[in-house]
């Protein structure tokens, strides 16, 4: 199962995955926990291939439900 995205949002998890990045880069590469590494190795992923964990993972938990069918109309009664 791969969710293509689109170019805008490449954009903007290449957007945010730097904004991560400098804010790890202005308190400290040595201060900053390594799980924080995790989410922006994602976004660049995603920006990257197309593919996104996140959605690949939140489809896996919830699947698309089947779209119900629509009740057949009743017919009329012919006087």
């Known amino acids: 199962m791969t969710n293509k995205i689109n170019a805008a949002m490449r954009f903007f998890f290449s957007v945010v995955g730097s904004v991560v990045l400098l804010g790890m880069w202005l308190t400290g590469?040595?201060?900053?926990?390594?799980?924080?590494y995790v989410p922006v190795a994602f976004f660049y992923f995603a920006a990257v291939s197309g593919i996104c964990p996140?959605?690949?993972f939140s489809g896996m938990l919830f699947p698309a439900k089947s779209k119900a069918k629509?009740?057949?109309?009743?017919?009329?009664?012919?006087?």
């Open 29 to 36: 590469f040595d201060k900053v926990h390594w799980l924080l």
């Open 54 to 56: 996140g959605l690949v």
């Open 70 to 79: 629509a009740p057949a109309k009743a017919r009329r009664k012919k006087r």
